[in-house]
T-cell receptor, first 114, second 114 residues
Framework: AQSVTQPDIHITVSEGASLELRCNYS??????LFWYVQSPGQGLQLLLK??????LVQGIKGFEAEFKRSQSSFNLRKPSVHWSDAAEYFC????????????FGTGTRLLVSP | ETGVTQSPTHLIKTRGQQVTLRCSSQ?????VSWYQQALGQGPQFIFQ???????GRGNFPPRFSGLQFPNYSSELNVNALELDDSALYLC?????????????FGSGTRLTVV
């Protein structure tokens, strides 16, 4: 069965500083991996996804993520955080074969300080 | 290209009542999934519909049921509401079989059970 762990419940970053949000997954085969962002009271917006190929994936809003099979990780990064990036971030894993569903982590709330 | 539309946006129901939530999928998408997101948690998969048939279900009781219509829109029905059913309900549509594996989420319906 698939599972996702986001070890950080909250992270506070100064505006302009770099960001890294951690995600570890469990899945028996090559997974499909996703990062979503959710603003308060809103739905989920896809930031980026990894299916195969280049392990460094570029997404929207200046985000990127790196798939590391040996560490079962898919960490999200951004070189310079803006105040508008304050939100909840969810990592999710999907099966690469068969039935499509996403298993989400519990999320990391990003706070941006001035 | 229209996105995923959910209605209503907010709903208050009394314990024991029944509720129906609606979702219009993104143009070109034939698969609809429903997720429940409790406060402070990641979304949990309820079930998925493809070509008007349920083709996968998460760990939710039978009082959670759904429908998909020929135009790929969908309904989520919950009977005998319990206080713990209070959550944000997210609908996501996707297109099966293609390389663009991914979901487009709606903004959700916030259900409060009192």
């Amino acid at each position: 069965a698939q599972s996702v762990t986001q070890p950080d419940i909250h992270i506070t970053v100064s505006e302009g500083a770099s960001l890294e949000l951690r995600c570890n997954y469990s899945y028996g085969a090559t997974p499909y991996l996703f990062w979503y962002v959710q603003s308060p009271g809103q739905g989920l917006q896809l930031l980026l996804k990894y299916f195969s190929g280049d392990t460094l994936v570029q997404g929207i809003k200046g985000f990127e993520a790196e798939f590391k099979r040996s560490q079962s990780s898919f960490n999200l990064r951004k070189p310079s955080v803006h105040w508008s990036d304050a939100a909840e971030y969810f990592c999710a894993v999907g099966a690469s074969t068969g039935f499509q569903k996403l298993v989400f982590g519990t999320g990391t709330r990003l706070l941006v300080s001035p | 290209e229209t996105g995923v539309t959910q209605s209503p946006t907010h709903l208050i129901k009394t314990r024991g009542q029944q509720v129906t939530l609606r979702c219009s999928s993104q143009s070109g998408h034939n698969t609809v999934s429903w997720y429940q997101q409790a406060l402070g948690q990641g979304p949990q998969f309820i079930f998925q519909y493809y070509r008007e048939e349920e083709n996968g279900r998460g760990n939710f009781p039978p009082r959670f049921s759904g429908l998909q219509f020929p135009n790929y829109s969908s309904e989520l029905n919950v009977n005998a509401l319990e206080l713990d059913d209070s959550a944000l309900y997210l609908c996501a549509s996707s297109s099966t079989g293609g390389p663009d594996y991914g979901y487009t989420f709606g903004s959700g319906t916030r259900l409060t059970v009192v």
